[in-house]
């Protein structure tokens, strides 16, 4: 079954303990990326990468690094959270392989509370 | 700077009427769009999506208008169901960045009452 993984769901931390946002993805997609889904703000675009160890900046990266080793695993880094980083996480990926296919595929989500 | 706004919050309709969800956008250099449906606890799934060369684009029930000279499009959804109630995102791209940007608007809550 074609998925996108992440890990973990739900996580409640504090002001600047390092953590980790997993993604994963089985559908062998070039295209990687990290949203922020924020009450009246829609999604916004914090990381993306095209393919394994090309990485770009989206619209608020901003306190956040993300590194891509393998195709398969995106994950997100936030070295030092703060409270304004609490929100909806979204990783999405799609295929790079059909032209103008900009359909992505997302995950289920990773709600972030920092206190 | 919302590049991509969708004005209406929230929509309410009956079960078999028409649900018209609408969208602006100020970025000329967009040339594609899509929309997506979210429902609570899931992420966003494609629904359906339109190039800027196209100004109607169908898929059963699904069907977006884009108006470039406007900058407006609109998804239509006929009959409208019970299960489409959602929040629906719209969002663009530029192919000039090859699909790798999506502006995405703040989302309208839909809902189909039986």
């Known amino acids: 079954e074609a998925q996108v993984t992440q890990n973990p769901r739900y996580l409640i931390t504090v002001t600047g303990k390092k953590l980790t946002v997993t993604c994963s993805q089985n559908?062998?997609?070039?295209?990687m990326s990290w949203y922020r889904q924020d009450p009246g703000l829609g999604l916004r675009q914090i990381y993306y990468?095209?393919?394994?160890?090309?990485?770009d900046k989206g619209d608020v990266p901003e306190g956040y690094k993300v590194s891509r080793k393998e195709k398969r695993n995106f994950p997100l880094i936030l070295e030092s959270p703060s409270p304004n980083q609490t929100s909806l996480y979204f990783c999405?990926?799609?295929?790079?392989?059909?032209?103008?296919?900009?359909?992505?595929?997302f995950g289920p989500g990773t709600r972030l509370t920092v206190t | 700077d919302q590049q991509v706004k969708q004005n209406s919050p929230s929509l309410s309709v009956q079960e078999g009427r028409i649900s018209i969800l609408n969208c602006d956008y100020t970025?000329?250099?967009?040339?594609?769009f899509l929309w997506y449906k979210k429902y609570p606890a899931e992420g966003p799934t494609f629904l359906i999506s339109?190039?800027?060369?196209?100004d109607k684009n169908e898929d059963g029930r699904f069907t977006v208008f884009l108006n470039k000279s406007a900058k407006h499009l609109s998804l239509h959804i006929v009959p409208s169901q019970p299960g489409d109630s959602a929040v629906y995102f719209c969002?663009?791209?530029?192919?000039?960045?090859?699909?790798?940007?999506?502006?995405f608007g703040e989302g309208t809550q839909l809902t189909v009452n039986p």
């Open positions: 999405a990926t799609r295929t790079r392989a059909v032209p103008r296919s900009y359909e992505q595929y």
């Open positions: 559908m062998n997609h070039e295209y």
């Open positions: 990468s095209m393919n394994v160890e090309v990485t």
């Open positions: 970025n000329s250099m967009f040339d594609y």
């Open positions: 339109i190039s800027s060369i196209k």
């Open positions: 969002a663009a791209s530029e192919e000039e960045t090859s699909g790798s940007r999506l502006t």
